[in-house]
């Protein structure tokens, strides 16, 4: 079951802050946070294993909340690099191994 | 250390044929997973190898199979290719089946016509 990102896409100037929500149907053992640039291969951000968990990376950040199955990325102070389309992978446990599902994405701009 | 490297990074090939990716995970990685994206989504999961054995398949159709070699390196086959078959074909290394974040390749980029 694919997880549903909100919103499909924001526009930010330099210094603004965004967050981007990824919500699962599904019980979830742990949500990945990726970014991709225009051309370029998908680029691990984070991993939120534990429920409520909140992890960091420069200025972005990401919670799980594991009751609601859902995990959220706060961008904060946004820069020009952090332009792309971010994608959340989310991992459940199968009969006999893993398997990450991406969401749609969400398509992230930040203008000068 | 060399990332991901996937092999070859463009390919046309015909309705009907077949084809075969190439992928070499980051060294000491013991898990590969393949994905297929389209053009706007997200990746679509395939399959994920581990120690040589499949561990998760995506619903594709029986036409797509993969294998991994005994030094982790892994092959995507396509056969009785569609034009629907065309897209972005990646390859995700990671140490364990799960608990660790994707190191992903830089695609092969698949051309039906």
């Known amino acids: 079951q694919q997880p549903v990102q909100s919103p499909q896409a924001v526009i930010l100037r330099e210094g603004e802050d965004a967050v981007i929500n990824c919500s699962s149907s599904k019980a979830l053992y742990s949500v990945h946070w990726y970014r991709q640039k225009h051309g370029e291969a998908p680029v691990f951000l984070m991993i939120?294993?534990?429920?409520?968990e909140q992890k960091g990376h420069e200025k972005i950040s990401a919670s799980f909340n594991e009751k609601k199955q859902q995990s959220s990325l706060y961008l904060t102070a946004s820069q020009l690099s952090y332009s792309g389309t971010y994608f959340c992978?989310?991992?459940?446990?199968?009969?006999?191994?893993?398997?990450?599902?991406f969401g749609a994405g969400t398509i992230l701009r930040v203008k000068s | 250390d060399a990332g991901v490297t996937q092999s070859p990074t463009h390919l046309i090939k015909t309705r009907g044929q077949q084809v075969t990716l190439r992928c070499s995970p980051i060294s000491g990685h013991k898990s590969v997973s393949w994905y297929q994206q389209v053009l706007g989504q997200g990746p679509q999961f395939i399959f994920q190898?581990?120690?040589?054995?499949?561990?998760g398949r995506g619903n594709f159709p029986d036409r797509f199979s993969a294998r991994q070699f005994p030094n982790y390196s892994s092959e995507l086959n396509v056969n009785a290719l569609l034009l629907g078959d065309s897209a972005l074909y990646l390859c995700?290394?990671?140490?364990?089946?799960?608990?660790?974040?994707?190191?992903f390749g830089s695609g092969t980029r698949l051309t039906v016509v």
């Open positions: 190898y581990y120690e040589k054995e499949e561990r």
């Open positions: 992978g989310t991992l459940n446990f199968m009969e006999y191994g893993n398997k990450l599902v």
């Open positions: 939120l294993l534990k429920g409520g």
């Open positions: 995700a290394s990671s140490p364990l089946t799960g608990g660790y974040g994707y190191t």
